[in-house]
C-alpha cells in the first residue's frame, strides 16, 4: 500500500508560480515513475507530467516551457514546479503513482488526494 500526500497548492495570480510536492509512503519510490495530473471543473482528468524512476520526465503540451517535474528519491518525494501560470491552469491537481519503472504502457495503482491549484486574471 502507497499513500501520496500532495501540498503546495493554493492561489496565485497570472504569470506567478507555484511548486506542487508529492510525498509517498514506502520504501520502493526509486523503483517507479510518478506523475502529476490535473482537472478542471466539468472536464476529465489531463495529463500533465512524469518522471521515471531514472528521472527522465514527459510533459503535456501545456506544461511544456512552464512546467517542470523533478523527484527527490532520497526523499520519496516528487515535484511539479509551475511557472508562468495561466488562468487555464485552474484545477485540482492529482499526484500518481505508476505501476511500472517508466511511466508509458504501465498504468497508474495509486492516487493523491489532490490539490487545488487557482490562477486568477
Known amino acids: 500500500q502507497v499513500q501520496l500526500v500532495e501540498s503546495g497548492g493554493g492561489l496565485v495570480q497570472a504569470g506567478g508560480s507555484l511548486r506542487l510536492s508529492c510525498a509517498a509512503s514506502?520504501?520502493?519510490?526509486?523503483?517507479?515513475?510518478m506523475g502529476w495530473f490535473r482537472q478542471a471543473p466539468g472536464k476529465e482528468r489531463e495529463f500533465v507530467a512524469a518522471?521515471?524512476?531514472?528521472?527522465?520526465?514527459y510533459l503535456a503540451d501545456s506544461a511544456k516551457g512552464r512546467f517542470t517535474i523533478s523527484r527527490d528519491n532520497a526523499k520519496s518525494t516528487v515535484y511539479l514546479q509551475m511557472n508562468s501560470l495561466k488562468p487555464e491552469d485552474t484545477a485540482v491537481y492529482y499526484c500518481?503513482?505508476?505501476?511500472?519503472?517508466?511511466?508509458?504502457?504501465?498504468?497508474?495503482?495509486?492516487w493523491g488526494q489532490g490539490t487545488q491549484v487557482t490562477v486568477s486574471s
Open positions: 514506502g520504501r520502493t519510490f526509486s523503483s517507479y515513475a
Open positions: 500518481a503513482k505508476y505501476r511500472g519503472f517508466i511511466p508509458t504502457g504501465t498504468g497508474i495503482d495509486y
Open positions: 518522471i521515471s524512476g531514472g528521472g527522465n520526465t
